[in-house]
């Protein structure tokens, strides 16, 4: 029998380039800084690396405004870095996945500079989204950038262009045929250097519809598509389901495209995974039909609540939509656009958590820094570069906090990171976070992640479904635990802020947090703490 594609319940470590390890002193991370530390990714246990973009940029939406897709940003080396990248990764076995950005250029891309002198009319301009204001001199439509302000920036001879995130990132006009036809060309130009698959910025976003008419309530859709604005569950669902922008059907003609040209290199097992933030959560599931991509994150866990019925409700619904379309979930708990999951629910949860789902079925996804059970750094709005705290005036403090870079080795700030000064300062608070300081420390989360990730690959990967356990003291649903079982392993969340007694079987593989004592022959479970037993 075939044995089961690298992809299918891989763990894929994400590594945001600026932020992970800088060669050359100039502060910020680059290629060849991640390449000298694959040996730390290595030995955390993951199966493959996703790089955040490195491709020619202004960097004015942190790489995510691509200049060049062909190319590498002098900021983080050239192309050599990046083929030396890869086959250091390949000669231990890592595989590498890129970033891929079709949704928009940087407006520095070749397309866009042309298009503005063009001028209106021209085939140029028909790559993007220009059309002429509105009578009255104001935008084509009402709406609102994700990042704020106008979803429309006016050139000079009075036509706008779409942009749905920073103005300098032009939306690109898919149904423009050379789109496509230019972006498989960055798909092979990556594949035949060496890259082992993709993920997909804004993959819901590529087809627009209803350009030139008004939505009735942007500053509510807004609202609704942000992760930080509270609103009742009803009210955003309801606007969610409005938006003209994301989840039309015309981008899963575009994937089944891509599928067929991944496909083309047969046992290179190519793989894309999709960011699509869709309404309802069963639309999720179209984007890896068989005929379209292998992937798509299930963001669910980057805002869910540290409660059993939350948690329980997430797992359940993503296992049971992804297995309609036979696919595997995803599972994500940080990122480099949410805050670290250590701030957002606690470094003792956070460890819980990650032990929870580590155990589960489909890939699981760690965000580089999350293994050390990093914080969000601490800013002063006068080093911030999220172009959202601009967009807004500073009303949204945007990402950066997630984006600190990491803290190697040493007792004081940079810590290892770069000889120079770090592009956003880190705290002499993480001393004890370093990489160096962990590896010392049996008890540190590295070690929790290691360990975990190695009994996940010995007991797990392949395991088949899960059980839920009715039987520890709360059942499956209840306040305090939350458990199941897969394959010979029993595993035991405990949310509460107490110990909490579970009559589960086996010995005991791991715990996140705590010691876990036996008593009148039931195992009593530490306080927000996760713990694995091998029947
Ligand atoms: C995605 C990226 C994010 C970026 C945005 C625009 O959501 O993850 O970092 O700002 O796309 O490209
Ligand atoms: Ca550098």
Redesign the pocket.
């Known amino acids: 029998m075939k044995s089961a594609p690298w992809w299918k319940e891989a763990t894929i470590y994400q590594i945001y380039p600026r932020s992970f390890f800088d060669s050359n002193g100039d502060g910020e991370g680059d290629l060849p800084g991640v390449t000298s530390q694959l040996d730390y990714v290595k030995s955390l246990g993951v199966d493959a690396i996703w790089l955040?973009p490195f491709y020619t940029s202004p960097n004015k939406?942190?790489g995510?405004?691509v200049a060049n897709p062909r190319d590498v940003d002098p900021r983080f080396g050239n192309l050599e870095d990046a083929k030396e990248l890869i086959a250091q990764a390949h000669q231990r076995n890592l595989r590498v996945i890129a970033?891929i950005?079709p949704?928009?250029f940087s407006d520095q891309h070749e397309w866009f500079q042309a298009a503005l002198k063009a001028g209106r009319g021209s085939k140029e301009r028909e790559r993007f989204h220009f059309y002429d204001a509105n009578e009255d001199g104001t935008p084509p439509n009402n709406w609102i950038s994700?990042?704020g302000g106008p979803s429309w920036t006016q050139v000079t001879d009075g036509q706008f262009y779409l942009h749905?995130?920073?103005s300098s990132?032009p939306d690109l006009n898919w149904e423009n045929p050379e789109v496509n036809a230019d972006f498989e060309k960055t798909l092979r130009f990556w594949i035949d250097l060496g890259v082992d698959g993709f993920r997909i910025?804004?993959a819901h976003?590529l087809i627009k519809e209803d350009v030139l008419t008004n939505h009735s309530d942007p500053q509510g859709l807004s609202n609704a598509l942000r992760l930080d604005v509270a609103m009742d569950s009803e009210v955003r669902n309801a606007l969610l389901l409005t938006v003209p922008y994301f989840d039309r059907q015309g981008v899963h003609e575009i994937y089944r495209k891509w599928r067929k040209l991944f496909d083309s290199y047969g046992e290179r097992e190519i793989m894309a995974v999709a960011?699509a933030?869709v309404h309802p959560p069963v639309n999720a599931t179209r984007y890896v039909r068989a005929d379209e991509l292998h992937q798509v994150f299930n963001f669910d866990l980057l805002t869910a609540e540290f409660d059993s019925r939350v948690l329980f409700d997430v797992v359940e619904r993503s296992i049971s939509l992804n297995a309609t379309v036979n696919a595997l979930p995803t599972w994500a708990l940080s990122?480099?656009?949410s805050p670290r999951v250590a701030s957002r629910i606690g470094e003792e949860q956070a460890r819980a958590l990650a032990l929870f789902v580590f155990g589960l079925p489909g890939s699981a996804y760690v965000f580089a820094g999350q293994e050390l059970g990093l914080p969000d750094g601490q800013l002063q709005d006068s080093d911030r570069q999220?172009?959202?705290f601009f967009r807004t005036n500073g009303q949204i403090k945007g990402?950066d906090g997630a984006r600190v870079p990491l803290p190697w080795s040493g007792n004081t700030t940079p810590f290892g990171f770069s000889t120079g000064k770090p592009w956003l300062p880190i705290s002499q608070s993480w001393r004890d976070l370093t990489v160096e300081s962990e590896l010392a420390d049996p008890k540190s989360s590295l070690h929790l992640y290691r360990n975990a990730l190695e009994l996940r690959k010995e007991f797990l990967v392949g395991a088949g479904g899960i059980t839920w356990l009715e039987s520890c003291n709360h059942g499956s649903k209840g306040d305090s635990l939350l458990s199941y079982t897969r394959g010979g392993v029993t595993v035991v969340m405990n949310l509460s802020d107490s110990a909490n007694e579970c009559d589960a079987d086996g010995r005991l593989l791991i715990v996140s947090g705590g010691t876990v004592d036996a008593r009148d022959g039931k195992k009593v479970i530490p306080a927000r703490s996760t713990a694995w037993f091998l029947t």
Do not use: A, I, K, M
Request: proline share 4%; charged share 35%; net charge negative.
């Open positions: 955040s939406d942190g995510y405004d970033d950005v949704n928009h994700l990042f749905l995130f920073d990132q910025d804004v976003g960011e933030w990122n480099h656009d999220d172009p959202t990402r």
